[in-house]
């Protein structure tokens, strides 16, 4: 990890954030570890990377044909804020405002928000750099996965046509999802798009028997067998999004959810291979890639996707990079930035 002098504080305050700090133990949703953050939950080697910074001087400084698969989720330039509520909740039989597990009471903690802007002048000027250098970085046998809203998807597609090759094209896969308001206008759009592009169509990581089954539409058509086992999925994945309410839930604006991270990662790399997120938001692939054994490099500019990372993180012992992490005092730690570009070897 580089360490070099300390700079300008990020303000992260971790008492302020959504987990509790004692003096050398932090309380980690339910795990518990002590030390710094580099020692990391459970003895295992430290593995991965996180990178906070502009993404595109982090890519132009990794070496050609280093990285076996990428996803990518940009922001969607939908011309907004995104922002959610972060909140906590505390255990308050008498004053609880929410029921949990076997009725317990919980109080609700309002945190603030967290949020990134989403708006772009030129948004393909910005996108088209980073794609090349994606391109760039990726090995011979890999894959490259843009995550990306029904409003831009056409235009990457012809930016990611120009950049691979239109050969490259392998699939434009639909993540459908059923949640929220319904238009009375038009169709309500309940999905967005994931274009698959291979480096060489012709030979590429495609690991068909590890696809999850899914049920029959209609079990009754084919024999008992089948249908006990599932079909495999099409390009269209209906999976629901990451519950407000549910354990999976960062608070990080924008989180996809990890069974569709999943089933991405276990198909398309194998275990050791190396995965890059460099818009990484709450770390969801680098979550998807440490429970299948596989390396990951995430990055970030945004202070607060970092903290979040390395709490969903910690427990995988990540190498932190662009930052250092710093204790403050007794009840809080800071992240501290090192502004220097970060070097990755
Ligand atoms: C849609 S979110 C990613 C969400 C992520 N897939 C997840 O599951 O949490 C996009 C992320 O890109 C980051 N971002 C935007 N511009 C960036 C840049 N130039 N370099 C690095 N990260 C950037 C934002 O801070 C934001 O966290």
């Known amino acids: 990890m580089e360490t070099s002098s300390v700079a300008t504080p990020l303000l992260l305050h971790y008492s ?9 133990s932090v309380l980690f949703n339910d795990f518990q570890y002590t030390g ?24 132009q400084g990794l070496p050609d044909a280093s990285v076996d698969l990428i996803y990518i989720d940009p922001p969607f330039n939908t011309g907004k804020r995104q922002e959610r509520d972060r909140i906590k909740t505390v255990h308050d039989e008498a004053n609880g405002d929410r029921t949990g597990f076997a009725g317990r009471r919980y109080q609700t903690i309002h945190l603030g928000k967290s949020g990134y802007e989403d708006v ?16 760039r970085v990726l ?83 084919v024999g008992k067998e089948k249908a006990a086992r599932g079909k495999t999925p099409t390009d269209v994945w209906w ?21 569709v991270l999943e089933r991405l990662v276990k198909v398309h790399s194998k ?47 990540p190498e932190l990079i662009g930052f250092d992490v710093v204790c403050q005092d007794n009840r809080e730690r800071g992240l501290t930035a090192n502004r220097q570009p970060p070097s990755i070897g």
């Not at 953050?37 to 990377?49: R, S, Y």
């Not at 772009?120 to 994606?134: I, K, N, Q, S, T």
């Not at 549910?246 to 990890?258: D, F, H, I, R, V």
């Not at 460099?278 to 299948?292: M, Q, R, V, Y």
Request: proline letters at 5%.
């Open 16 to 24: 302020c954030g959504y987990v509790d700090i004692t003096v050398d």
């Open 36 to 59: 710094k953050l580099a020692i990391g939950l459970l003895g295992l080697a430290e593995m991965g990377k996180i990178v906070f910074g502009d993404n595109l001087p982090v890519l």
């Open 120 to 135: 772009f002048d030129d948004y393909m000027a910005f996108l088209a750099p980073r794609f090349e250098e994606a391109h």
């Open 139 to 221: 090995a011979a046998t890999g894959s490259f996965f843009l995550h990306i809203d029904y409003r831009e998807v056409h235009y990457c597609k012809v930016l990611l046509d120009q950049i691979f090759g239109r050969d490259s094209f392998m699939n434009e896969i639909i993540w459908a999802y059923d949640y929220g308001a319904r238009s009375k206008k038009k169709w309500s759009a309940k999905h967005d798009s994931i274009l698959w592009y291979a480096k060489d169509p012709s030979d590429y990581t495609f690991c068909y028997e590890e696809m999850d089954r899914i049920p029959y539409m209609a079990p009754g058509l």
């Open 239 to 259: 999976h629901t999004i990451v519950s407000p309410n549910g354990k999976e839930k960062t608070g990080y604006a924008t989180q996809k959810p990890l069974g």
């Open 271 to 317: 275990p050791g291979d190396l995965l890059l997120d460099f818009f990484a938001g709450s770390g969801t692939l680098g979550e998807a890639a440490a429970k299948l054994n596989r390396d990951y490099l995430l990055i970030d500019n945004n202070p607060e996707a970092i903290q979040t990372m390395i709490h969903r993180l910690a427990p995988t012992n």
